[in-house]
């Protein structure tokens, strides 16, 4: 009902503000509250916490405009790495998953064998250097005011730490990026721009999502340097880092071997940084737990155990809540889980994603309060939920439509090809596409 009267001082604000150069200084002060990353981590250890900075809400007005602008001027000039995925519209974490996964399977089917390396970095957006950043705005082409910007919403920042009902006195802020702001973590993907060059040089293929990338090496079973290859790649990725005041994590970097078939064992214990990096049998790539069979029976099955413990504790307070509250929390914090890189089921039987199905049904009686064995078909048509099985092919359907229509990633574009026959046919007016195929030789329409 205000907004009228407060409009014109906000844009006059905001206008004067890209026009200058300048960033007020009063927009510039965050409370960070501490937020435990895992409820299974010890509390006790600083680490463990993740400082989420809150700010402003008219902060966050305008740095939304300065992205805005910024954004569209890179991406129209092709200025932004392909394989981030992160902070981007029209991506999601489900996606390099995606790709990886079908990288794999297809070096699985060549009969070559592959190695896959999940890099972790730690406390990465808190060590950003303001003035490596700047120059490589400047590499980018922003100069002039809009370069000054930057500088301005970068430089004389303070943050306050809240913890327990106190507030700490304020404290400059003198490298690294606000997590919880607009520009953070799109300042944060045009820092690690460079990065991309050092891994392909070593023949690597690679993918981001935020500060998180997974390294892809594929080679046949007459390669005998993998480990050197890779000990090479990790280390020029390491110095990169040192210069970029970064660091990977040891730790929390896992490596994932998947022989090809009659593939001879290889000793890929690699030592960088004085540390050792040994391959491990299951690893976690953003949320999907991948083993060295390409079986997701290890995802199936942590995703439905962690459905079941929030659809305990869900039922525990079922009888202090309405249905239309418990229709919310249930797809909040269950079907939401349930949908989490569905994609990557397709094509999978149905007795395997019958483990879903289980916790839908279970989920559906939840909301309406129902014994454990009532019927659910007319439960999920009256909550509008579409079955595991069609929620998949859903997702499978939307990502399809969205690459061959140009409004998807560029490299899911360049998975999906229409299909044009051999002659003249009907069919070539159908819009049909390739099917995708581990083979490109076996190919057909669908």
Known sequence: ???????????????????????????????????????????????????VSLLPFLSKSLERAIFNQVSSYLHSNNLLDSHQS?????????????????????????????VLILLDLSAAFDAVNHQIIISSFQDLGISGTALSLFSSYLTNR??????????????PLTTGVPQGSVLGPFLFSLYTNSIGSVIRSHGFSYHSYADDTQLIL????SETQVAGRISACLTDISQWMSAHHLKINPDKTELLFLPGKGSPTH??????????????PTAMNLGVTLNSQLSLTANITATTRSCRYMLYNIWRIRPLLTQKAAQVLVQALVISRLDYCNSLLAGLPANAIRPLQLIQNAAARLVFNLPKFTHTTPLLRDLHWLPVAA????????????????????????????????RSL?????????????????????
Not at 158 to 171: D, I, L, Q
Not at 267 to 280: E, G, H, R
Not at 396 to 413: D, F, K
Request: with cysteine; net charge positive.
């Open 86 to 114: 992160g902070f981007k519209a029209g991506h999601s974490k489900r996606l390099p998953s995606l790709l990886s996964l079908r990288q794999l399977h297809t070096a699985r089917a060549a009969s070559l064998s592959s």
């Open 1 to 51: 009902s205000i907004a009228p009267d407060l409009l014109p001082f906000l844009t006059h604000l905001i206008n004067t503000s890209l026009s200058t150069g300048c960033f007020p200084n009063s927009l510039k002060e965050a409370r960070v509250n501490p937020l435990l990353k895992k409820p299974t981590l010890d509390p006790s250890e600083v680490n463990n916490y993740r400082p």
């Open 158 to 171: 303070t943050y306050r730490v809240t913890w327990r009902g106190s507030v700490s006195e304020p404290c």
């Open 267 to 280: 000793d890929l214990t690699i030592t960088f940084n004085n540390s050792v990096l040994a391959p491990t």
């Open 426 to 446: 009907r069919s070539a007016s159908a819009n049909q596409l390739v099917a995708l195929s581990l083979r490109a030789k076996h190919s057909t329409k669908s």
């Open 218 to 221: 594929l080679f046949p079973q």
């Open 391 to 422: 929620r998949i092919r859903f997702k499978t359907l939307v990502l399809a439509y969205r690459a061959a229509n140009r409004s998807g990633p560029v490299y899911i574009q360049d998975m999906v090809k229409p299909y044009t026959p051999a």
